[in-house]
C-alpha cells in the first residue's frame, strides 16, 4: 500500500514501543484510529457516532512533536492504550486500591467503600471450609440482599470479618436463610 502521509513513519521512530509504531505506521497509510481524520494539515477528532468534530489540530510539520501530540490524542480522545500502558495503569489502580483496603475497621459500617466491602466479604466467604464456587456466590448475594434490607450483624476483628448475626445454613448444602427481621435488630 503507498505512504500517504510519510511524515508518520518518522513519528514512528520516536517510540520504542511497537504497538505505536504500528499505529504511526496505520496512519502513514491513510488508516487513522476511529475518530480520526486530517484534512489539509488539519488533524480532526470527531465523535464517532454524530461525526461532528470536537477538537482539531494543526498538525506538526517535526516528527517527534507530531508523535508527542499523536500520542496525547491517542489516548486521551480515542482512548487507545498500548499493553505498557494498561500494566502502567492498572498498576496504578492496584496501589490506590491498597490503600483503601489495608485501612483498619473495627464495624463492618466502616469500610465505606464498595470495594472495602467486597474484599471484607469475599475473604470471608473463601474462609468457609468446603465451599464449591456456586455455593460461594449464593452466599455473596445473601449476604449483599442481607446488607441491603439491614437484617445483619456483621463483627469484624482484624480487617476481617468473624461473625454475621442473623444468617446461618440450613441442612442443605449451600442454602442460607436470614435468622433475624428488621424488627429484630
Not at 471484607?120 to 468457609?128: A, E, G, K, R, W
Not at 455473596?140 to 454475621?164: A, C, F, P, Q, R
Request: aromatic letters at 10%.
Amino acid at each position: 500500500m503507498k505512504v500517504k502521509y510519510p511524515i508518520f513513519n518518522e513519528a514512528a521512530t520516536w517510540t520504542n514501543i511497537d504497538y505505536w509504531k504500528e499505529v504511526f505506521t496505520q496512519c502513514s497509510l491513510g488508516k487513522f484510529p476511529k475518530g480520526m481524520s486530517i484534512s489539509k494539515n488539519i488533524i480532526y477528532i470527531n465523535n464517532v457516532k454524530t461525526k461532528r468534530t470536537i477538537e482539531k489540530y494543526q498538525m506538526p510539520t517535526d516528527s517527534n512533536e507530531l508523535c508527542q501530540l499523536c500520542k496525547e490524542i491517542f489516548t486521551t480522545h480515542l482512548d487507545l492504550k498500548s499493553t505498557q500502558d494498561l500494566k502502567n495503569e492498572l498498576e496504578i489502580f492496584k496501589n490506590n486500591q491498597e490503600e483503601y483496603i489495608q485501612k483498619e475497621y473495627v464495624e463492618f459500617k466502616d469500610a465505606t467503600l464498595k470495594i472495602q466491602k467486597e474484599e471484607l466479604i469475599d475473604t470471608y466467604v473463601v474462609s468457609i471450609p468446603n465451599m464449591n464456587i456456586e455455593d460461594a456466590k449464593r452466599l455473596k448475594n445473601v449476604i449483599y440482599i442481607g446488607i441491603t434490607m439491614d437484617i445483619l450483624k456483621i463483627s469484624i476483628s482484624n480487617n476481617k470479618i468473624v461473625e454475621i448475626e442473623g444468617l446461618k445454613m440450613t441442612n442443605k448444602k449451600g442454602k442460607w436463610i436470614y435468622t433475624f427481621t428488621k424488627n429484630d435488630l
